[in-house]
């Protein structure tokens, strides 16, 4: 099934409480073993551990997240 995720994919990820965890780490554990470069998870806030964010993950999988706020205390 490794054609189902590619090099340099990008795969949006739903956020919160409905942050599918056990999902994130099998393709993270799939992405090491198929030796996968690149693969970007977006998503707007996720909860819980989770496994793909450890260093042996680092360059497999990479996070771009989408919550922006502003820091009105900064502008002050």
């Known amino acids: 099934m490794s054609w189902?995720?590619?090099?340099g994919m990008r795969v949006f990820v739903h956020g919160c409480a409905a942050t599918p965890l056990t999902l994130l780490d099998a393709l993270a554990?799939?992405?090491v073993e198929a030796k996968l470069k690149d693969v970007e998870l977006i998503h707007i806030h996720t909860e819980g551990p989770g496994i793909c964010v450890q260093p042996e993950y680092d360059?497999?999988?990479?996070f771009?997240?989408?919550?922006?706020?502003?820091?009105?205390?900064?502008?002050d």
């Open 64 to 75: 771009t997240l989408l919550f922006h706020f502003l820091n009105t205390l900064a502008h």
């Open 4 to 7: 189902l995720m590619c090099v």
């Open 29 to 31: 554990k799939h992405g």
């Open 59 to 62: 360059g497999t999988v990479t």
